[in-house]
Every structure is written in structure tokens, then in C-alpha cells.
């Protein structure tokens, strides 16, 4: 079992910047794949980013290439989103997941577990 708690969401105007933490628990955390998913109203569930706690390979939507940097700190079980020069269509909950299904690490269908979620407001 990995239990993983969000934090950092908020309102926040256009060009502004946030940074999301993801804290992690469990065992064998560092077998898992750690992803952001977003879910904008009345939207579908969408892949941000994921990276690994063992590689430095990070990959990103489209969308947020270039703004959002994926990061992990190993000693706290914790890896981060940091946000910047966001837009209005970043607005969404943000979600943390863990699995390891490599082949699917860009779809929900990839993550065996999942935190709460946050809410992520940008305001024009």
C-alpha cells in the first residue's frame, strides 16, 4: 500500500506560479513511477508529468512543456510540481498517483494509487 497527500493548491493570477508536493508513504516506494494528472471542470482525468525516484527522466503533457518542472526529494518521500507562468486552462484538481506500469505511465490506467487531490485556480 502507498498512500500519497497533496498539497500547495490555490488561486492564483495568470503568470503567476505554485508549487505542488506530493508526500509519500508506504513500502517499496522507490519500485514506483510517480505522476501529476489534472482534471479540469467537467473534464476528463489528464496525464501532467511523471518521472521515477530512481531515473532523471521526466516527461511532460504538451501543454505545460517548458512551464512545469517535475522534481522529487528522496530523503522526505516527496516529489514536486513546480508551476509557473500559469494560464486560466491550468485551472484543475491536481492529483499525485504511484504505480509502476511503465508502458502506461501516461495514462490513468497506469496507477494503482492516488492522493486526494487540489485545487488549482488561475485567475485571467
Known amino acids: 500500500q502507498v498512500q500519497l497527500v497533496e498539497s500547495g493548491g490555490g488561486l492564483v493570477q495568470a503568470g503567476g506560479s505554485l508549487r505542488l508536493s506530493c508526500a509519500a508513504s508506504g513500502r517499496y516506494l522507490r519500485t514506483y513511477i510517480m505522476a501529476w494528472f489534472r482534471q479540469p471542470p467537467g473534464q476528463e482525468r489528464e496525464f501532467v508529468s511523471v518521472g521515477s525516484w530512481r531515473g532523471d527522466n521526466v516527461y511532460y503533457s504538451d501543454s505545460v512543456e517548458g512551464r512545469f518542472t517535475f522534481s522529487r526529494d528522496d530523503a522526505k518521500n516527496t516529489v514536486y510540481l513546480q508551476m509557473d507562468n500559469l494560464k486560466p486552462e491550468d485551472t484543475a484538481v491536481y492529483y499525485c498517483?504511484?504505480?509502476?506500469?511503465?508502458?502506461?505511465?501516461?495514462?490513468?490506467?497506469?496507477?494503482?494509487?492516488w492522493g486526494q487531490g487540489t485545487q488549482v485556480t488561475v485567475s485571467s
Open positions: 498517483a504511484a504505480g509502476i506500469k511503465s508502458t502506461l505511465m501516461k495514462t490513468r490506467r497506469g496507477y494503482d494509487y
